[in-house]
């Protein structure tokens, strides 16, 4: 059985890769024209380079919300809390756990912008 950091880490990696990805699509739709959106031509590298950090703040906010809300610091807590339990019986609710993903974005070099 795998340790409760390492499942968490999983967990964030998982994470992480699909924000990862959903970035690089989105930017490479938006930058090819598929949204009617039309790129600044004269610096293709530089405008897709924006796009992309503006696609990256915007996804990682909503997912530090997702987090804020595990943790039990949204108004939903005041109906029921979900748990976020792991195979160890490690309880990650409550733990800060918006703060250890916006970390393992750091530890692991991708911008939480």
């Known amino acids: 059985m795998a340790e409760s950091k390492e499942i968490i880490n999983a967990v964030f990696?998982?994470?992480?890769?699909?924000?990862?990805?959903?970035?690089?699509?989105?930017?490479?739709?938006?930058?090819?024209?598929?949204?009617?959106?039309?790129?600044?031509?004269?610096?293709?590298?530089?405008?897709e380079g924006r796009l992309s950090v503006l696609i990256?703040?915007?996804?990682?906010?909503?997912?530090f919300g997702y987090c804020v809300t595990i943790d039990g610091g949204s108004d939903s807590a005041?109906?029921?809390?979900?748990?976020?339990?792991?195979?160890?019986?490690?309880?990650h609710t409550r733990l800060g756990l918006h703060g250890a993903f916006l970390a393992y974005l750091d530890d692991t070099g991708r911008s939480t912008v």
């Open 56 to 63: 990256r703040r915007e996804l990682t906010s909503m997912m």
């Open 13 to 47: 990696e998982s994470w992480a890769a699909d924000l990862d990805g959903t970035i690089e699509s989105l930017a490479s739709q938006i930058m090819s024209g598929q949204y009617g959106v039309v790129p600044d031509s004269s610096n293709l590298a530089e405008a």
């Open 78 to 91: 005041d109906t029921g809390m979900v748990y976020l339990i792991d195979e160890n019986g490690t309880d």
